[in-house]
C-alpha cells in the first residue's frame, strides 16, 4: 500500500505561481507511471499532466508551457509547478501514481494509488 499525501495548495491572483508537492510511502522509482489530475466544481477530473517510468511527461492542452511536473526519487515526491495561473486553473488537485502488479508495468489493471487532494484557488 501506497500513500500520497499533498501539500502546496493555496490561494492565489492570478499570474502567479504555486508549487504542489506529493509524498509518497513508497519508492517512487518503482512506479510506472505518476501524475496530477484535477477537478473543479461541477466539471469531470481531469488529468493534467503524467510522467511515466520512462521519465516521458505529457500535459494537457490547457496548462502546457504553464505547467511542469517533475520528481524527485530521493525524496519520494512529485512537483508540480504551476505559473501564470489562471482562474479557470481553480479544483481540486489530486495525485496519482501507478505501480507494477507482479513485477512488471505490462500487466494491467496496475496498482493504483490517490492522494486525498490539495484546493487551488485562482482569483481575478
Known amino acids: 500500500q501506497v500513500q500520497l499525501v499533498e501539500s502546496g495548495g493555496g490561494s492565489v491572483q492570478a499570474g502567479g505561481s504555486l508549487k504542489l508537492s506529493c509524498a509518497a510511502s513508497?519508492?517512487?522509482?518503482?512506479?510506472?507511471?505518476m501524475g496530477w489530475y484535477r477537478q473543479a466544481p461541477g466539471k469531470e477530473r481531469e488529468l493534467v499532466s503524467s510522467?511515466?517510468?520512462?521519465?516521458?511527461?505529457s500535459y494537457a492542452d490547457s496548462v502546457k508551457g504553464r505547467f511542469t511536473i517533475s520528481q524527485d526519487n530521493a525524496k519520494n515526491t512529485l512537483y508540480l509547478q504551476m505559473n501564470s495561473l489562471k482562474t479557470e486553473d481553480t479544483a481540486v488537485y489530486t495525485c496519482?501514481?501507478?505501480?507494477?502488479?507482479?513485477?512488471?508495468?505490462?500487466?494491467?489493471?496496475?496498482?493504483?494509488?490517490w492522494g486525498q487532494g490539495t484546493q487551488v484557488t485562482v482569483v481575478s
Open positions: 496519482a501514481a501507478e505501480f507494477p502488479r507482479a513485477g512488471t508495468c505490462r500487466n494491467f489493471p496496475r496498482k493504483n494509488y
Open positions: 513508497g519508492d517512487i522509482s518503482t512506479s510506472c507511471r
Open positions: 510522467s511515466s517510468s520512462s521519465w516521458t511527461t
